[in-house]
């Protein structure tokens, strides 16, 4: 069995996007926990396991492509199934004093803390990835209503292009691995082994 060692184009480039319509395209769908290593056994939409073994700190992306034969015209795709992510915007706070902006911060690292959720933050937002149900989520929020902050959940796709991998993996990396109950659409495809 071949092991696919790297990633030769993504579907959402135009050069790729075509061929795709044109193509016999296998899905592999990753969870957010596989997404985040460089070797895994992953088994496609068409029932194949295929061995992954990626350059060390690869960052895999939704529409990767490993493979591509023009002759029989097929074309092997990953597929990322990320979890939504709640951002919490502290925009507003730059208008405050510093004892108020120390006073919501330390309130707001407390309601998180206290679910013991990840967070990233970047520049004027803080990342929490969804651990638990959205409306779970919401209500922690609005249970504690910290004074000039607002929060949106947003796609964990959308949210990827801003983050360093080490970003990514506290965001992604933990939240699918322990907690199964977030089921995404495509979870009756996905496999995730370590290759030893």
Same mark, same amino acid.
């Given at each position: 069995?071949e092991? @696919?060692?790297?990633?030769?184009g993504?579907?959402?480039?135009?050069? #790729?996007h075509?061929k795709?319509?044109?193509?016999?395209?296998e899905?592999?769908? @990753?969870?957010?926990w596989?997404a985040?290593?460089?070797?895994? @056994? *992953?088994k496609?939409?068409?029932?194949i396991?295929?061995?992954?073994?990626?350059k060390?700190?690869? !960052?895999?992306v939704?529409?990767? %492509?490993? *493979?591509?034969?023009?002759?029989?015209?097929t074309?092997l795709?990953l597929r990322?199934?990320?979890n939504?992510?709640?951002?919490?915007?502290l925009?507003?706070?730059? !208008? !405050?004093?510093?004892?108020e902006?120390? $006073?919501?911060?330390?309130?707001l690292?407390? *309601?998180?803390?206290? !679910?013991? #959720?990840?967070?990233?933050?970047k520049?004027?937002?803080?990342y929490?990835?969804?651990t638990?149900?959205?409306?779970?989520?919401?209500?922690?929020?609005?249970?504690?209503? %910290?004074?000039? %902050?607002?929060?949106?959940?947003e796609?964990?796709?959308?949210?990827i292009?801003?983050?360093?991998?080490?970003?990514? $993996? $506290?965001?992604?990396?933990? *939240?699918?691995h322990?907690?199964?109950?977030?089921?995404s659409p495509?979870?009756?495809?996905?496999?995730?082994?370590?290759?030893?």
């Amino acid at each position: 069995m071949e092991v @696919l060692t790297e990633i030769i184009g993504n579907t959402h480039s135009p050069e #790729w996007h075509e061929k795709m319509h044109h193509a016999d395209v296998e899905s592999i769908f @990753l969870d957010q926990w596989t997404a985040q290593k460089s070797r895994f @056994l *992953a088994k496609s939409d068409k029932g194949i396991e295929y061995p992954v073994a990626l350059k060390r700190q690869s !960052q895999i992306v939704d529409g990767d %492509i490993l *493979a591509y034969d023009p002759e029989k015209n097929t074309m092997l795709v990953l597929r990322l199934a990320l979890n939504p992510v709640m951002v919490i915007e502290l925009g507003a706070l730059a !208008q !405050q004093s510093p004892e108020e902006i120390i $006073r919501i911060a330390v309130e707001l690292g407390h *309601a998180i803390g206290n !679910q013991h #959720w990840p967070a990233v933050v970047k520049g004027t937002k803080v990342y929490v990835p969804l651990t638990v149900d959205k409306k779970v989520m919401e209500s922690v929020m609005d249970t504690h209503h %910290i004074e000039n %902050i607002s929060y949106t959940f947003e796609e964990g796709s959308d949210v990827i292009p801003f983050m360093a991998p080490h970003e990514i $993996r $506290r965001l992604f990396g933990g *939240a699918s691995h322990h907690n199964h109950h977030i089921h995404s659409p495509h979870a009756d495809h996905i496999e995730g082994h370590l290759v030893h």
